[in-house]
T-cell receptor, first 116, second 113 residues
Framework: GAVVSQHPSRVICKSGTSVKIECRSL??????MFWYRQFPKKSLMLMAT?????????EQGVEKDKFLINHASLTLSTLTVTSAHPEDSSFYIC????????????FGQGTRLTVV | DAKTTQPTSMDCAEGRAANLPCNHS???????VYWYRQIHSQGPQYIIH???NNETNEMASLIITEDRKSSTLILPHATLRDTAVYYC??????????????FGQGTELSVKP
């Protein structure tokens, strides 16, 4: 399958700082990327959908000013957690999908964020 | 909200076939059935998807009932490395809800020696 690379895989930051997570599609053009978060022993929760060159669409209850998403190119999307707090500690996962209507989405390996 | 119902957990003996069921009784005509799995602390891995016909690839087979209200993922010869949470997801195309994947709780499959 196609390769989606997420970086960093693990990050620890101080409360109040911002953290940027990158998601790259390595061997295909990702017209759409999705960002999820996952708490321990829970399922993935969709946070937002981003299309290249346009503003992200956030799911209900997700603060767009706190979770900034940029999808500047067909191979790169970034998620910035601004002014992080301990409750933002979670596993963040990106997913990328190509152009065709039923194209499957491929996932990055995830980023474990710990805010101390 | 997730549109699928799966058993919470299942066990399977190593080397035997693992049959994972999924109910999606409210599926609409233009929605596909996708299966992903997630091994602990990793991103989900795509397995297979289908619309109406049964599908097979190197990883698994997908059997969709004629009325499309349920499906079964079959891992023909389960190994210990197949231990994971398996998610059955109903999804439209990019023209329908942006093609986003909404995850339910999935089935935790334990393959035992």
């Amino acid at each position: 399958g196609a390769v989606v690379s997420q970086h960093p895989s693990r990050v620890i930051c101080k409360s109040g700082t911002s953290v940027k997570i990158e998601c790259r599609s390595l061997d295909f053009q990702a017209t759409t990327m999705f960002w999820y978060r996952q708490f321990p022993k829970k399922s993935l929760m969709l946070m937002a959908t981003s299309n290249e060159g346009s503003k992200a669409t956030y799911e209900q209850g997700v603060e767009k000013d706190k979770f900034l998403i940029n999808h500047a190119s067909l191979t790169l999307s970034t998620l910035t957690v601004t002014s992080a707090h301990p409750e933002d500690s979670s596993f963040y996962i990106c997913s990328a999908r190509g152009k065709s209507g039923a194209a499957e989405a491929f996932f990055g390996q995830g980023t474990r964020l710990t805010v101390v | 909200d997730a549109k699928t119902t799966q058993p919470t957990s299942m066990d399977c003996a190593e080397g035997r076939a693992a049959n994972l069921p999924c109910n999606h009784s409210t599926i609409s005509g233009n929605e596909y059935v996708y299966w992903y799995r997630q091994i602990h602390s990793q991103g989900p891995q795509y397995i297979i998807h289908g619309l109406k016909n049964n599908e097979t690839n190197e990883m698994a087979s997908l059997i969709i009932t004629e009325d499309r209200k349920s499906s079964t993922l079959i891992l023909p010869h389960a190994t210990l490395r197949d231990t994971a949470v398996y998610y059955c997801i109903v999804r439209g195309t990019i023209y329908n809800q942006g093609g986003k994947l909404i995850f339910g709780q999935g089935t935790e499959l334990s393959v035992k020696p």
